[in-house]
């Protein structure tokens, strides 16, 4: 069945690294794939997103601390995130958008950064 499995989410303190993975299991003909985050409180927004032909989209606020990655052979993303500031605390989403199946969404996974 497709879905989309997000791991990689901890308690890290702030300035400290976390790698998060998304992998898209039996999901075809993806176009692009990104990373969401949904603080306490707050709307859900764009953290960062990649397309398929390589053309990557950070949000202002972790432009330079952030870098995404895709294998496209493993239907695989990665968000490094450094440098991490108690305002990247988030649940953070996975988002798998095909070109005619319609989008997938991960159920998250939490990140807390703390000062």
């Known amino acids: 069945q497709a879905h989309v499995e997000e791991s990689g989410g901890e308690s890290v303190q702030a300035g400290g690294s976390l790698r998060l993975s998304c992998a898209a299991h039996d999901i075809f003909s993806i176009h692009v794939m990104g990373w969401h985050r949904q603080a306490p409180g707050k709307e859900r927004e764009l953290v960062a997103r990649?397309?398929?032909?390589?053309?990557?989209e950070y949000a202002d606020s972790v432009k330079g601390r952030f870098t995404l990655s895709r294998d496209d052979v493993e239907n695989t993303m990665y968000l490094q995130m450094n440098s991490l500031k108690p305002e990247d605390t988030a649940v953070y989403y996975c988002?798998?958008?095909?070109?005619?199946?319609?989008?997938?969404w991960g159920q998250g996974t939490q990140v807390t950064v703390s000062s």
């Open positions: 988002r798998v958008m095909t070109w005619s199946r319609g989008d997938y």
């Open positions: 990649i397309s398929g032909g390589g053309s990557i």
